[in-house]
Structure formats: structure tokens, C-alpha cells
T-cell receptor, first 115, second 113 residues
Framework: DAGVIQSPRHEVTEMGQEVTLRCKPI?????LFWYRQTMMRGLELLIY????????DSGMPEDRFSAKMPNASFSTLKIQPSEPRDSAVYFC?????????????FGNGTRLTVT | AQSVSQHNHHVILSEAASLELGCNYS??????LFWYVQYPGQHLQLLLK??????LVKGIKGFEAEFIKSKFSFNLRKPSVQWSDTAEYFC???????????FGKGTRLHILP
């Protein structure tokens, strides 16, 4: 089992550019979560999917952020346009069932720097 | 606002010292509780969890946590820490009615060799 795979590991971009973060969950896992980690706010839940359907996106900070899960093995988090305050580590996690009952398996994260 | 609070942002201990990291949550109703650990340069991984039953739960690497419902607390403990326990520790609460997991801001633990 390769675990949750995120790409890229690091992304440096200029303000105003579009950024796309990618995630491949563990095969067979039905739930997928996107978190953002910063020093100030810790780990924030942005959005989560169950069976490819977005269940709760109330944590998505603004319309600049969007997430998709076109199939069970792939999800993207897009920021357009990016801003310096978006700089953070973005984690994807998956679980076999609803996250409340199943421990989350995290990817290694994408460290985003917006200059 | 409902939240998960970890009282200590940064803890420094010597090897063999005892550890207790605090976690309190402010949700009413039924919750599931977790502690995750993030070793330097690695992703978060599960340390232990509480769903029901014995409120004292054992996790990996000698860690344990006690759920005290009346205090809305789920403190993490280890009787004797090792240098390899240097990491960031996150408490997490899953609200069963909301189907959502909320993390605390984390506690950075630094063990002096």
C-alpha cells in the first residue's frame, strides 16, 4: 500500500497565479479530506468528500479555492488567483469510511509558498 | 465557538520525564476522540483513539490518553519520554452529528537527550 500520495511536495508561485494541488487516496477509501496547516491557525479542514461527493466545504476560505473529486482515485485543490496569505502546508487525507469513525491516513503534504 | 483546545503550544522535557499534554473540547453530544503525531518531516499518523468503553485508552509507543467526559478532556500521557518522541502532537475531535473532524492547533514536544 503506497499510502496517500500528494503532488507536488513543494510549490513556489507568484501572487495571482493558479495553483493546483493533487491527491491520490488509498485505494478503497471512501472519504477524502483536504486540510491546511499554518502556524497561526493549526490544521483547518477545508473540504471533505464521501464517495466522490463534496459533503462539507464550509472550511473553504473563499471563492478562490475550489476542490474536485472526479473519481475515487483522484482529487484536486485549486487556488485561483493565489495570494501570499495562502502560503501553508496542504494535507490530503483519506479514510475507509466516514472520518468520524475511521482514523485518517494523511499524505506527506504540499508546502505552498506564494510570493 | 465550538473548538478543540490544546493548552501548551511548546513543551520541552528531558528524557525519562513524564509527559501530559492537555486537550479540551467544547462540543456537547457524542464525540470520538483522537491523538495524532507528526514526526519531523513526516505526515500525521494516528497515535490512539477513543470511541467508547474504557475511558483509558492505550496507543502505540507507550502513549495513553484518558477521556473525562465531565471535563470535556482527553489528555495524552506517557510515563517516561524518549528523545524519539520529539514531534508535534494533535488532538482531534469528531462530532458524530456533524460528521466532521476538528483538530487542535497542536503541541510541539521537544525532548532533550
Amino acid at each position: 500500500d503506497a499510502g496517500v500520495i500528494q503532488s507536488p511536495r513543494h510549490e513556489v508561485t507568484e501572487m495571482g497565479q493558479e495553483v493546483t494541488l493533487r491527491c491520490k487516496p488509498i485505494s478503497g477509501h471512501n472519504s477524502l479530506f483536504w486540510y491546511r496547516q499554518t502556524m497561526m491557525r493549526g490544521l483547518e479542514l477545508l473540504i471533505y468528500f464521501n464517495n466522490n461527493v463534496p459533503i462539507d466545504d464550509s472550511g473553504m476560505p473563499e471563492d478562490r479555492f475550489s476542490a474536485k473529486m472526479p473519481n475515487a482515485s483522484f482529487s484536486t485543490l485549486k487556488i485561483q488567483p493565489s495570494e501570499p496569505r495562502d502560503s501553508a502546508v496542504y494535507f490530503c487525507a483519506s479514510s475507509p469510511g466516514p472520518g468520524i469513525n475511521s482514523p485518517l491516513h494523511f499524505g506527506n503534504g504540499t508546502r505552498l509558498t506564494v510570493t | 465557538a465550538q473548538s478543540v483546545s490544546q493548552h501548551n503550544h511548546h513543551v520541552i522535557l528531558s528524557e525519562a520525564a513524564s509527559l501530559e499534554l492537555g486537550c479540551n473540547y467544547s462540543y456537547g453530544g457524542t464525540v470520538n476522540l483522537f491523538w495524532y503525531v507528526q514526526y519531523p518531516g513526516q505526515h500525521l499518523q494516528l497515535l490512539l483513539k477513543y470511541f467508547s468503553g474504557d475511558p483509558l485508552v492505550k496507543g502505540i509507543k507507550g502513549f495513553e490518553a484518558e477521556f473525562i467526559k465531565s471535563k470535556f478532556s482527553f489528555n495524552l500521557r506517557k510515563p517516561s519520554v524518549q528523545w524519539s518522541d520529539t514531534a508535534e502532537y494533535f488532538c482531534a475531535v469528531a462530532k458524530l452529528r456533524d460528521d466532521k473532524i476538528i483538530f487542535g492547533k497542536g503541541t510541539r514536544l521537544h525532548i532533550l537527550p
